[in-house]
């Protein structure tokens, strides 16, 4: 702790715990303690720590060749790619490191489609209040949450906020701009895990139709099982332009990626994008594994669990409510957030928050009788 803050900048508001080690949904700091992982490290370790599948894809990869950049082809990623397009009805991608990367690519992607299909005034984009894509500069413009732009004048132009479930108020911006897409997280995620109605997710659907506006979905944190379905956009009836996904995909790596729909496969040509790490065959065998066993019966797991938390927590004391989709829920507690959180660090089970929520993103395979432990401590904790 010593190092870190004298070596480290300070962005970072960190728990005082290090740890060390973990198994499964298992944590432990360096004196030994345990601690159920109810946050999976922002959603990114989606079967736990020291999976032995993801591992053992990783390392036989390591053997091989680690990093060629992409001047050469990989095996992993062109597998990767398929698996991607195949399961997600999408067909091409794009390789990046982060969710951040992911969603300035497919910024790159709906800009440029509509400077040629429309015209180069067509850039705007549309984002949600409270939504949350990337800290880049031009992510964090895309951001709806004022705050996060305060400081980082002048923002990258171009973008416009409405609020969630006024179809209304979107259709306004679009009459009154020169509008080249819409983006969204079906679930905000840094917002408060606020899931989207789906009268108001197809309603931008059929306002994207009417006016040739692009759909770009972030799946982010969404997507790879989370929410129950393989990407959230699956549990409404429409068809993104446009998706990106990071966090669980590498199961623990770095990995970006933004897929592309039919309409926009062709958008990019050499050289209008690039990444030196991204495609990274290691990573990309570790997504392999990740995304094969994404199936019903681990999917139909994410319900199962989901159901329990939900049934659990949605009218214990000191609960005023639970929202949220699959196993990224959020848990609006009477007492702060923080202080539940704490309490429950206290007693062996690490939370997350999201605004005046506690975030739970736990791993898809947690096994019930640990998230009933975590589940009853976290009851504690907000009923204290």
């Known amino acids: 702790m010593k190092l870190d803050e004298q070596y480290i900048a300070g962005t970072y508001a960190r728990f005082p715990v290090t740890l060390v080690s973990g198994k499964g949904s298992l944590a432990y700091d360096e004196s030994g303690k345990e601690y159920i992982d109810m946050g999976t490290g922002i959603g990114v370790n989606i079967f736990g720590y020291g999976d032995e ?56 992607a709906a800009r440029k489609y509509q400077t040629e299909y429309l015209g180069p005034e067509y850039y705007n984009i549309i984002t949600l209040n409270n939504s949350f894509h990337g800290r880049t500069l031009t992510t964090l413009s895309a951001t709806g949450q004022e705050h996060y732009h305060e400081l980082f004048q002048p923002l990258t132009p171009g973008f416009l906020y409405a ?28 917002g408060g895990v606020n899931d989207l109605s789906k009268e108001f997710v197809e309603g931008l659907q059929k306002l994207a139709d009417r006016y040739e506006v692009l759909l770009v979905v972030d799946e982010v944190q969404t997507g790879n099982g989370r929410t129950g379905k393989l990407y959230s956009y699956m549990h409404y009836d429409i068809r993104p332009d446009v998706v990106s996904t990071a966090k669980g995909i590498g199961g623990g790596l770095p990995l970006g990626v933004c897929m592309l729909s039919k309409k926009l496969e062709n958008v990019f040509a ?43 927590l949605q009218n214990a004391p000191g609960v005023k409510s639970v929202t949220g989709l699959g196993l990224m829920l959020g848990v609006e507690t009477e007492k702060p957030a923080k202080e539940v959180v704490a309490k429950c660090m206290e007693n062996g089970v690490l939370c997350l928050t999201a605004k005046d929520k506690v975030r739970l993103l736990p791993a898809l395979n947690i096994p019930m009788d640990i998230l009933k432990t975590a589940v009853e401590v976290l009851k504690n904790a907000c009923a204290d």
């Open 163 to 190: 609020d969630a479930e006024d179809l209304d108020g979107v259709e306004k911006l679009i009459n009154e701009n020169k509008v080249a897409a819409i983006m969204f997280e079906c679930v905000q995620g840094e």
């Open 53 to 108: 599948e993801w591992k053992n894809a990783v390392k036989e990869q390591l053997d091989k060749v680690q990093h060629t950049s992409n001047l050469y082809y990989t095996e992993p990623g062109a597998k990767l790619a398929k698996m991607l397009c195949e399961k997600s009805g999408m067909s091409k991608v794009f390789y990046c490191n982060s969710g951040a990367e992911a969603n300035e690519t497919a910024i790159k």
């Open 270 to 312: 050499p050289g209008d994008n690039g990444s030196t790490f991204g495609g990274n065959p290691v990573c990309c065998a570790g997504a392999l594994n990740v995304l094969s066993r994404i199936d019903d019966k681990l999917l139909e797991g994410v319900k199962e669990r989901s159901d329990y938390i939900v049934s659990e």
